[in-house]
């Protein structure tokens, strides 16, 4: 029997453990509290923002919110940057992406204090990542990729020596979930397949697991998996569904490879909840590290 690989449900586990960690850390006073940089209207960059912050206060984190205006430059972006950095009521922040056309977002993250960044996207951070393979990391971690470990460790999938492969090279996922995979805690062994791969299906094909990261509607079909695969997919597409008349989220793998897979993970509903959880996480483990300082 296929298993379905929830992450909502998960994601609510993990918030009510955080949800005891952060009443600890009030008992010792310390309030862990996550910073929001929001510039401009889009409507998926306000949604998404709004879900951090629902997310805090049901699990008794503080809400620092920064809004600037779609013609905001980048010199008043980083000061609202430089102003997180500075606050010691911001335990962890983010800034949300996109920015606006013209904006270098590489250089705003840079500008990101390491200890409090959220995402753990800094270059600081990702480096750590890169050079910590053994032992445990005392810096952020990416989300996202921290996610699809968490969710499949949930459910007592052990991925030490498995084949992986990962669809898609950005840097939300396919880059860094490969640095995560291969450290010696997990274990795995990983493929990363892009534009300019050939013949994408044969590495599919020989996978234990396919992380699927491209933005691809329904790209990964069941002739490109082999029985028992386990299926994350973490890729968003907008398609217009023609019969309800209205626009809908879905994933990079077709729901017909289910039947054929030992497990998945459906988007939306799988790693999708579990990156908002990590984000918390990475929140509340800052706070923690305060205690040790």
């Not at 889009?42 to 503080?62: Q, T």
Request: net charge negative; aromatic share 4%.
């Amino acid at each position: 029997m296929t298993i379905k690989l929830d992450g909502k449900q998960t994601a609510a586990d993990i918030k009510a453990h955080l949800a005891e960690r952060v009443a600890r850390l009030k008992e010792r006073g310390i309030e862990p509290g996550l910073g929001t940089l929001l510039v401009g209207h889009d409507a998926g960059s306000v949604k998404y923002v709004a879900g951090k912050h629902a997310d805090c206060a049901e699990i008794g984190i503080r809400s620092i919110k920064h809004e600037l205006p779609e013609d905001a430059t980048f010199d008043d972006i980083a000061a609202v940057v430089r102003d997180m950095n500075a606050d010691p009521a911001c335990t962890g922040y983010i800034v949300q992406l996109p920015l606006p056309r013209g904006i270098d977002a590489n250089a705003i993250i840079d500008l990101i204090d390491p200890a409090k960044d959220a995402d753990g996207m800094h270059p600081y951070n990702l480096g750590e990542l890169v050079l910590h393979v053994k032992g445990d990391i005392a810096t952020p971690l990416p989300c996202t990729p921290r996610g699809v470990i968490e969710l499949l460790g949930a459910y007592d999938i052990d991925l030490d020596g498995k084949e992986v492969c990962v669809l898609g090279r950005g840097i939300t996922i396919g880059r860094t979930i490969g640095l995560m995979l291969t450290r010696r805690a997990v274990n795995a062994t990983v493929t990363l397949c892009h534009t300019g791969t050939r013949d994408v299906a044969d590495h599919m094909r020989r996978a234990d697991v396919i992380v699927a990261a491209m933005g691809s509607a329904g790209f990964v079909k069941p002739d490109m998996i082999k029985d028992g695969a386990i299926l994350l997919d973490v890729g968003v597409s907008r398609v217009f569904d023609e019969e309800a008349g209205r626009w809908r989220v879905k994933g990079d793998v077709d729901k017909a490879c289910y039947d054929k897979a030992y497990a998945y993970s459906p988007n939306p509903g799988g790693v999708g909840p579990m990156t908002r959880a990590m984000l918390l996480a990475n929140v509340v483990e800052m706070a923690e590290r305060q205690l040790g300082r």
